[in-house]
């Protein structure tokens, strides 16, 4: 029995340690997997002060934006949520976005006019959680999902002509815990206590 129990210690901790980041490529089946979400769109940056070519900093509670300013919609086939996008301000660095505290989902819907993109999320001590390339010319979405905490992430022009990124809705959704895990480590812990008082 002491085996068992300690098994069960052992795989409730393991449970709880690994890490793991999954790219997606389709909104639905990215939604399907987060428990809650925030998705801002950016029109309400239309009016003044946030008129189009207005960089955005940190109008968004908990985020920081670089190198990213609002534009009115329309550019490159962006038609998810019209009129505005966000986009990068000098063409040829990329947005960034960072969090104030991890999140455990990041996804965009965008597209580009002449470049493809790279979409990178990174943790806390910057280490690169995943990377996914969006093709140019098409409105396509990219998500991760993270277990380890998402701090930043970061959208760059590949190999850029004109160096443009449109993005036209973020969807972030904050940290949960897995139940599934929570509930290993609780029944493990219960046991080890159970044997234990028993002795």
Do not use: C, R, S
């Given at each position: 029995m002491k085996f068992i129990l300690t098994i069960l210690v052992l795989f409730s901790l393991l449970a709880?340690?690994?890490?793991?980041?999954i790219s997606f490529t389709d909104q639905?089946?990215?939604l399907s997997n987060l428990n809650s979400f925030e998705t801002h769109n950016f029109d309400n940056f239309a009016a003044n002060p946030f008129n189009s070519g207005s960089p955005l900093t940190n109008e968004i509670p908990g985020i920081?934006?670089?190198n990213a300013r609002v534009t009115i919609g329309g550019n490159g086939g962006t038609s998810q949520s019209p009129p505005n996008v966000l986009v990068n301000a000098d063409l040829v660095n990329p947005i960034v976005?960072?969090?104030d505290n991890a999140v455990n989902g990041v996804g965009l819907f965008n597209t580009s006019l002449g470049d493809a993109e790279r979409f990178e999320v990174f943790?806390?001590?910057n280490n690169l959680l995943g990377s996914l390339d969006l093709p140019d010319?098409?409105?396509n979405f990219g998500g991760f999902i993270s277990d380890e905490g998402i701090k930043r992430a970061?959208?760059?022009?590949?190999a850029p002509t004109n160096g443009s990124i449109f993005i036209d809705t973020l969807t972030v959704s904050t940290t949960v815990p897995e139940p599934s895990t929570y509930?290993?480590?609780?029944f493990g812990l219960a046991l080890f206590f159970g044997m234990k008082r028993k002795k």
């Open positions: 709880v340690t690994q890490a793991a980041t639905a089946t990215f920081t934006f670089e976005i960072n969090f943790d806390a001590q010319q098409v409105i970061v959208i760059t022009p590949i509930i290993t480590m609780l």
